[in-house]
Structure formats: C-alpha cells, structure tokens
C-alpha cells in the first residue's frame, strides 16, 4: 500500500473551502469519484425512492424549483451540498444510490445520504431506519458488486473522495423534541463514536484514503429550532436572534469531533483528512447577510406565518415569501440552495 498521500487536515472557514475546492482540490483532478453519506443536507432522492409510491411533499412543487426546475427528492428549492462538492470538482452531479443499487457502475461516484438518517441505530430514534449504518451497508454492498476483488477495492477506493455527513443532526433533533434538551450534551461522544467508528471501517475493509469531514450547523439559527424550541427570556438569545445553547450543543459536537478527527489523524498518518467548518461558514450569512443578497436569514422562504414562517409547512399549497436567492432557511428546517452554495464555495 502506498503512503505516498500528504498528511493533513485543513479547517476550513469560508475563504479556504474557495482555495481549498477550486484550486487545491480541482485543479489536481485528484478524485475521481465521491462516495458520500449523510442526512437531509445531502439526499439527493435516496428517501423518495425508499418510500415507493407513497405521497411526499419532497415529491412535489415548490422543492427543486430553482435549479431543477422539478422536485428530485432533495430538501431544498435547488442543489444541496454534495451538488456543489461535485461541480467544484468538475464532477458531474452524484447520483444517488438506491435507484440503481444493483446495476449503476457509479463512475463519479454515488451518494448514500437519506432525509432522517442517524449516526446512531435506530432504536435511539423512531422516525427513520436509515441510519449511518445502513448506509454503510448499501456502499459495501456496491463495493463488492463493483470492485470484487481486494485489490480492485483498493483501487477504487484511493483516488475517491469520502464525504463523511453531515450527520448527527438528526440523532440531536430527535433527542430534543423527546424533551431531553439537556445542556450537558452528553449523547455526544456516543454520535462522535459512531461517525469515527465509520470512517475506521471505510479505511480498514475499504481503503479509503481521503475524507471531508464536516461539522454540525448553528441549528440554534434555525427556524424550526427558533419557532419550537422558542424562549420568553431573551437572555436564550445571541446578538444575530440565535438560540444561544442549542449553537453552544453544536459548538461542543464540532469540537469533539474535531478530536475525533486528531485521534484518526495519528492512528492512520496517510489519511487525508478535512475538517468542513460548516458552523463558521453558516454564522457568516448569519452575521452579515446583506453581504451575500440575503433578508432575514433566521425566516423560513416557504411556510406560513409567524415570526419565523413556519405556522405552515412548506408544500404545494404553503407561501413562498420570495425568490430562494434572498433566503437562507428554505422550509424551517433545511437551507436554500443558495445557502448550501454559500457554505460550499464561499
Ligand atoms: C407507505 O405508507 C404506509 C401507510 O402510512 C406505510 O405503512 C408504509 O410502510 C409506507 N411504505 C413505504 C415504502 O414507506
Ligand atoms: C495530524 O498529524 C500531523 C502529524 O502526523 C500533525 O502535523 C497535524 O497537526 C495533525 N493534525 C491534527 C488535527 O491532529
Ligand atoms: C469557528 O467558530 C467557533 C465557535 O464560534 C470559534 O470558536 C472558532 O474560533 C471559529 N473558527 C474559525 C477558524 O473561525
Ligand atoms: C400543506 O400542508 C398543510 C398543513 O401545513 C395542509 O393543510 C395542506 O393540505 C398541505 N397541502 C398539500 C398540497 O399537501
């Protein structure tokens, strides 16, 4: 095996994600293939074909307008992240994996994010089964139909990019709505495990030499989180309108993951590992939105009425409040596309 790759990680904040994709990354055509796993911030249609013949707003107008012009089963007007990870790497567009489980060749790549998944199992969360594991399950599935032997794994495996999340939101969100918001944060280290038990699998069985990593959102922005979590104490609130802990319980997972990502670092020194600091990325837009087009970036584009528009939720008969490039927060719970590629390029 060859331990030729350059050991680092890169933080990265809103100018380097520019260097670090456009130039650094892009310009070396080092990856020809994306394999990438996560929840809603990056499913591009695995859930809408889990789900079969059954009704879906994700199946409908206004979702995907912007970009596809037609919904596609991702959680957003337009792109998600992974949309712009591959175009930043001159990629054509990820396909997701379910629609050809058994007979795609996923020459770029393929991606495994489902709307609802977990880090953890299941049984700590009964919205959805299709938790980081099973995702896992489906690549090493794809893996052995595509690349049989040990060797042809290697291969396939060392000039493709691993895009590991985002992923704990949900294992989060579903502990708060539970009514265990508990400033301590102590499922954390449990959701970190998971994620750095994955990425170990992927270098160990798959081979796998190169991850972006990313960390968790200001969810404390959000206006779901803003509109069901709200306070009478404006004491809860920071200076942008933000939940002060639920942004704290975000910084406390980025920075365990952060160690996380240090202990992998050491253990296996010809990873390539990168930190995608989606938290500093968003708080930017949060802070300075007119810098980017943006109004209110705390209100929902598609919804209802209230502070936050999220009396509604968004669907085909929900209200749009404008054009998505004006918004950052799509439907309360998931960004704009015009968000996404904020965080993605800068
Ligand atoms: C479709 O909806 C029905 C009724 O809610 C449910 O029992 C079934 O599991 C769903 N099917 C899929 C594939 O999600
Ligand atoms: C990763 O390991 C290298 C040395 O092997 C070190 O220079 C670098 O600081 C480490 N990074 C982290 C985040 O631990
Ligand atoms: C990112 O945000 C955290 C939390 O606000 C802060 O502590 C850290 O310094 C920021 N990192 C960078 C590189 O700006
Ligand atoms: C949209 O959601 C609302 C509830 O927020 C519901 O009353 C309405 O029937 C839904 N419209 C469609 C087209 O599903």
């Known amino acids: 095996m060859s331990s030729h790759v350059s050991i680092s990680v890169v933080v990265i904040v809103l100018v380097p994600v520019v260097l670090l994709l456009n130039s650094h990354v892009g310009l070396c055509s080092c990856y020809k293939r994306i394999f990438s796993f996560g929840d809603d911030s990056m499913d591009t249609g695995n859930f809408v074909h889990l789900i079969g013949k059954n009704a879906s707003k994700y199946k409908e107008a206004p979702y995907g307008n912007t970009f596809f012009r037609h919904a596609t089963g991702r959680m957003s007007d337009g792109r998600v992240l992974i949309d712009f990870y591959a175009q930043a790497l001159k990629l054509p567009l990820i396909p997701p994996i379910l629609p050809e489980k058994d007979s795609g060749h996923f020459p770029h790549g393929a991606n495994f994010a489902v709307f609802g998944a977990t880090a953890r199992e299941q049984l700590f969360y009964s919205g959805s089964p299709w938790c980081l594991g099973t995702q896992m399950g489906w690549f090493h599935n794809m893996v052995d139909r595509i690349a049989p032997r040990d060797a042809a794994k290697k291969q396939f495996l060392s000039d493709s990019l691993v895009v590991m999340g985002g992923i704990g939101g949900n294992d989060y969100y579903s502990y708060f709505i539970a009514g265990k918001p508990s400033k301590d944060g102590n499922i954390i280290p449990d959701v970190i495990a998971y994620i750095e038990h994955f990425i170990e699998e992927l270098i160990c069985s798959t ?17 779901s989180y803003l509109s069901r979590f709200h306070s009478d104490n404006p004491e809860d609130y920071d200076e942008h309108g933000c939940l002060r802990w639920f942004n704290e319980f975000s910084q406390t997972h980025n920075e365990q993951l952060y160690s996380a990502i240090g202990r992998i670092n050491i253990t296996y020194p010809d990873v390539k590992l ?39 939720e968004c669907n085909g008969t929900a209200k749009l409040w404008g054009d998505p490039h004006h918004f950052a927060n799509w439907d309360g719970m998931h960004m704009t596309e015009k968000a996404y590629n904020i965080i993605v390029e800068g």
């Open 207 to 223: 081979g796998a030499k190169a991850f972006l990593i990313p960390n968790n959102f200001p969810i404390g922005c959000f206006a």
């Open 274 to 312: 990168i930190y995608a600091d989606y938290y500093n990325a968003t708080m930017e837009f949060i802070k300075n939105p007119g810098r980017f087009g943006i109004g209110n970036p705390l209100v929902a584009c598609c919804g209802g009425d209230g502070p936050y528009h999220t009396s509604m």
